[in-house]
């Protein structure tokens, strides 16, 4: 069975194909070329890739990115489509499911909602369980930097505190919103924010993410 980060993956390859690689994303300041070398870099250079995370490896990092984004588009679109090397830890399926799922839907919607004839997407139930079973744990660290309390907030009225603290500003959507929203695409994010107006324009420009 097709996993849902299998799906995510081909779906954003397909975007990416169709888009053009100059076309722009949400990640500020990246195109579709950079947003896919990104993409590559992450799965194919673990060398290189920890730099996302920890300075003393963006040096790597970014020489890395400048040669992949150097390469063909079609190549760079390739090899997300075809996926990691065999030898890769993302080529095992739990592991896959677990790092990708969220990475590539993000992205997905990155190229999407970028583009000016954008539509909402509607995400399966069981996916839209998934993303929110993994924002559940994601939670507290997406909205460490949040400037106010944060609680988030399905239709069916489960929630998850993304940081204590007061005032707080619940932000209520589907889990696929939700997580755009967490992941620093607040503008982008079909979601409704309650709470002081003040507190609410802070958080809607807060760096949240990993």
């Known amino acids: 069975m097709s996993t849902h980060a299998k799906r995510e993956r081909l779906l954003l390859a397909d975007l990416l194909e169709a888009a053009g690689p100059e076309a722009p994303t949400l990640c500020a300041g990246w195109t579709c070329r950079e947003l896919a070398a990104h993409v590559v870099v992450r799965e194919r250079r673990p060398d290189a890739a920890g730099g996302i995370l920890l300075n003393v490896l963006k040096a790597r990092l970014d020489k890395a990115m400048e040669e992949y984004t150097a390469k063909p588009y079609e190549e760079l679109v390739r ?35 970028a583009q000016p004839d954008w539509s909402p997407r509607e995400l399966d139930p069981v996916f839209s369980d998934s993303l929110w079973s993994r924002l559940e744990k994601l939670a507290r660290l997406t909205g ?21 603290g007061a005032p707080v500003v619940t932000v209520t959507g589907e889990p696929g919103e939700l997580t755009l929203f967490c992941f620093g695409r607040q503008d982008a994010a079909a979601v409704t924010l309650d709470g002081e107006k003040e507190a609410v324009a802070k958080l809607t420009v807060a760096e949240l993410g990993i």
Request: charged share 25%.
């Open 79 to 113: 090899l997300i489509r075809t996926g990691p090397p065999k030898m890769s830890v993302y080529a095992l399926k739990q592991l896959d499911e677990a790092a990708n799922a969220v990475e590539f839907y993000v992205h997905a919607e990155d190229v999407r909602r």
């Open 144 to 164: 460490r930097r949040s400037p106010v309390g944060l609680v988030l907030r399905r239709p069916n009225g489960q929630t998850a505190v993304a940081h204590k």
